[in-house]
């Protein structure tokens, strides 16, 4: 016995209303955001309604709509921080060039004082580290070319780009503490 379009829309159209507030929590615990949860609920029904019929075990509906939005909720969530939002503090640690404010000079000789400070730090790394940074902040060259330039590989260049990050920003915070 085929079902029908009309029985397929009734059925779904009771999941729907009955799990729509349970699955709205699920994204949004994942999620955070109100407005992004209901979009994610939003996009995982049309999947599922899309896939319907696909559903063998009617009477696990409910798990399978909730896999769905979780997965929905996870994907949601790496496209939002794809982009890393980086502070100030962060910028200056990762080599950034930061404008030197011009509002008054309490503010110019923190911002100096900042300068020095991530400077130490720097001389605080291990050679190996230094000269990687080094090269990335003067120049801002490719990883590629500073592994030609320093004769490592590119994978070299990046794990001490991102140890000497690291160790910068725990140093940091420290003194900032």
Known sequence: MAETSEDKN????EYYQAHYKEMYHVAKQIVHNHHSA???????YIKAYKNYGYLIEKSK??????????????????RQTKYEIVSVEEGAE???????????VEHQF??????????????????????VLKIKISTDGK???????????ISAVKTRLHRARKLLKTELKMVNV
Request: with cysteine.
């Open 143 to 153: 990883d590629q070319e500073i592994a030609q330039q320093l004769n490592i590989s």
């Open 61 to 78: 509906c409910r798990a399978w709509l909730r896999t769905i939005v979780i997965r929905t909720a996870i994907d949601d969530y790496r």
């Open 110 to 131: 923190d911002y100096y004082l900042m300068q020095e400070q991530i400077a130490e730090k720097v001389a605080t790394l291990p050679q190996s580290m230094q000269a």
């Open 94 to 104: 990762i080599g950034y060039l930061l404008p030197c404010p011009k509002s008054s």
């Open 10 to 13: 009734g059925d779904f159209t």
């Open 38 to 44: 209901e979009d994610v609920v939003q996009e995982a």
